[in-house]
């Protein structure tokens, strides 16, 4: 996952993958919304790991003297890639303290890795194109995030806006996704994405 500066111009370079003329079904939505939360899951985890993994098709931009990206690109990225890059990082038989150093460097690399495994994303199932801009609420930083998450074992809420297209072998068409998500840590604790406004293929839908 590059990280470059910030530039406006980049979200009018991202090309949009052209959205099919069918209507997509209930499960191609279902399939595009795990893409793209999933996909926005993976990245934040990526980017939180010491040091930062690369996820295929993937990159981040950022402001001005800001240690938290501002822009998530996708061009081209096939979800089905992304597990083998989060379970590089694990290790077999650790101790304790080892695990823990372990969860330490990758706050969310265990999360990452069971949303990709509960909906067992395959190559070529799932491409994404398009951009999502995260809103990392006022004053957090990269360092006040890492804290946060680490003794905490909580994550904040961040507000990500995504316009992105998904297609691959478990769409039967292209489905165009804008929206607007909340990424936090529930009652429980759990990782959640609550989705607040959303637009499949032009229509706007409840959610």
Sequence with gaps: MKKKGFAT?????????????????????????????????????????SPALDLPGSSLHFKANQ?????????DSDIGTYLEVFQKTKQANLSFFASLLEAAKGPLNDVAIQFLTVHDWQKGQAILKGAAVTEWGE????????????????????????DVVVQGKRVSTPVRVEGTFMLHSDEDGYF????????????????
């Design 139 to 162: 004053g957090v930083s990269l360092a006040s995030l890492m804290t946060t998450v680490v003794t905490t074992g909580r994550f904040p809420s961040v507000t990500v806006s995504a």
């Design 192 to 207: 959640a994405v609550e989705p607040l406004t959303l637009r499949i293929n032009g229509e706007g839908r409840e959610v």
């Design 67 to 75: 240690t938290l990206p501002s822009i998530l690109i996708f061009q």
């Design 9 to 49: 111009l980049l979200v009018l370079v991202v090309l949009l993958a052209p959205v099919g003329a069918k209507t997509p079904t209930a499960n191609d939505v279902t399939v595009a919304l795990a893409a793209i939360t999933d996909s926005t899951i993976c990245a934040v985890a990526a980017f939180l790991n």
